[in-house]
């Protein structure tokens, strides 16, 4: 079955920077889109950005400019790069993979940015920023 390996969270300071990996197994990587979204005490699980299996990149506002999604398909790895890192970003994130396009393609979009049009998750990593 599919897995997808987050890793790299922790603790940092206001202003710090941080890179998130997802590893993924027996997956089609590189014909999936991957996403990756945040969950912060007593909110709602929120986007935070997406790849495609194109490489066309998309953000939330909230995370433009400081935040960079990439990927390696050789390594079924997808990472987020997150710099001037603020409170507010303190979160667990997930990553997510959408192996088809089906879904948001109905929708009208060109990316996935909603849960349900993932097909896969991973467990999850803390990111704690401080002031």
């Known amino acids: 079955q599919v897995q997808l390996v987050e890793s790299g969270g922790g603790l940092v300071q206001a202003g710090g920077s941080l890179r998130l990996s997802c590893a993924a197994s027996?997956?089609?990587?590189?014909?999936?889109?991957m996403g990756w979204f945040r969950q912060a005490p007593g909110k709602e699980r929120e986007f935070v950005a997406a790849i495609t299996s194109g490489g066309s990149t998309y953000y939330a506002d909230s995370v433009k400019g400081r935040f960079t999604v990439s990927r390696d398909n050789a390594k079924s790895t997808v990472y987020l790069q997150m710099n001037s890192l603020k409170p507010e970003d303190t979160a667990v994130y997930y990553c997510?993979?959408?192996?088809?396009?089906?879904?948001?393609?109905?929708?009208?979009?060109?990316?996935?940015?909603?849960?349900?049009?993932?097909?896969?998750w991973g467990q999850g990593t803390q990111v704690t920023v401080s002031s």
């Open positions: 027996r997956l089609s990587f590189s014909s999936s889109a």
């Open positions: 997510a993979a959408a192996a088809s396009r089906r879904r948001y393609w109905a929708a009208g979009s060109s990316y996935p940015a909603h849960q349900n049009e993932y097909d896969y």
